[in-house]
């Protein structure tokens, strides 16, 4: 259960690279949404949010997490397979949920991943849950839920934080704070923007990390993954920008290019390359062929995902209702039962 322990350098590395295999990742999806060949229109990606990354890397083996709706770094963050994932976002059999669940329903409960959620603050109470279980059983593990500023506002984000703090759970709730709730900047749907100051008034462990330094962001992660490991839950918000608009089709009309520039500037992935070359961590060539390799794998997955298969028709509902309930059957048939009934009556 315990972490592999790598030298400062190789560890630095391993972050920059997941970073940016998230960055390539949720390019592509963009691209797959511009091919037509996405399973609808809602895609929220999560560029901009990739010093996420410094809270995956402090989790362990055997950890578990929900993720919001703009979960796909995240998951990859926790080893999610990314030709799998683009699969689901394209409705494809072959994906984590048969292609059923599309961008926003993804899970996977072999790598702790206890399901995305669409509702703003659905996934939140599943930690309490499971940090319930980890508690009792003395299992080692900890539970964490990500989420955005938006469910900052949702009342079962307070319960959550209430109980796990009553009951001493390990459990950590991790706020990415984009700035936006769909169109609505956070100063405008927040009277008191001091997320941590909320956490703490029900006993939490809280922190802030500038969502611009991966490095930041991980010191933190650390410290409250090892207190709610020892039954000291935790609360982590993690201070990003969101690049693009609410989903894919928003262009933003809402903010100006000033702050869109602004923002972009505290780029997390370019901000980690700079960092690696400037303390002698990587020189430009091997950061090169980190990115190099990252695009690669995502044209990979890509082109797999175009070219797999759709879920048959035949297997519309299945997993949708319990093992053993009949299929239901078509409108035409129920029709012609109910017309042929009349007759005979």
């Not at 970073?19 to 797959?32: A, P, T």
């Not at 936006?180 to 029900?202: C, I, K, L, N, W």
């Not at 809280?206 to 991966?214: E, I, N, Q, T, Y």
């Not at 053993?324 to 409108?331: D, I, L, N, V």
């Amino acid at each position: 259960m315990n972490a592999v322990t790598k030298p400062a350098n190789t560890a630095a590395l391993d972050r920059y690279r997941m970073m940016r295999r998230i960055r390539s990742f949720e390019e592509r999806v963009g691209e797959l949404f511009l091919k037509g060949e996405s399973a609808g229109s809602m895609l929220h990606l999560s560029i901009g949010e990739e010093a996420v990354v410094g809270m995956t890397a402090a989790m362990q083996a055997g950890d578990t997490f929900t993720t919001h709706h703009r979960g796909h770094g995240v998951f990859i963050g926790r080893g999610g397979d990314p030709a799998r994932m683009m699969a689901e976002i394209a409705g494809k059999e072959d994906g984590y949920c048969r292609g059923k669940g599309g961008s926003m329903h993804i899970a996977d409960r072999a790598l702790g991943h206890l399901g995305a959620n669409a509702i703003v603050g659905g996934g939140i109470p599943h930690i309490v849950g499971a940090g319930l279980t980890y508690r009792n059983t003395r299992s080692g593990q900890i539970s964490v839920a990500f989420f955005g500023d938006g469910a900052m506002s949702q009342g079962i984000l307070y319960e959550s934080m209430n109980m796990a703090a009553l009951w001493h759970l390990p459990v950590i709730f991790c706020c990415i704070n984009n700035q936006y709730g769909m169109g609505t900047r956070v100063d405008r749907s927040a009277g008191h923007r001091d997320f941590p100051g909320r956490a703490e008034a029900f006993g939490l462990n809280a922190m802030r990390a500038d969502g611009a330094d991966v490095e930041a962001v991980h010191d933190a992660a650390r410290f409250l993954a090892g207190s709610a490991r020892e039954g000291r839950p935790g609360f982590l918000e993690i201070d990003a920008y969101r690049f693009y608009g609410h989903a894919r089709m928003d262009k933003s009309p809402y903010r100006t290019p000033e702050e869109e520039a602004t923002g972009r500037a505290r780029d997390p992935v370019a901000n980690a390359r700079a960092r690696m070359a400037a303390e002698g961590l990587a020189n430009t060539a091997e950061l090169d062929a980190i990115d190099t390799e990252a695009g690669t794998e995502m044209d990979h997955a890509l082109a797999h995902a175009i070219a797999a298969t759709p879920p048959a028709l035949a297997t519309m509902f299945q997993d949708v209702y319990a093992p053993g309930t009949p299929a239901p059957r078509p409108h035409a048939a129920r029709l012609m039962h109910v017309l042929g009934e009349g007759a005979r009556a």
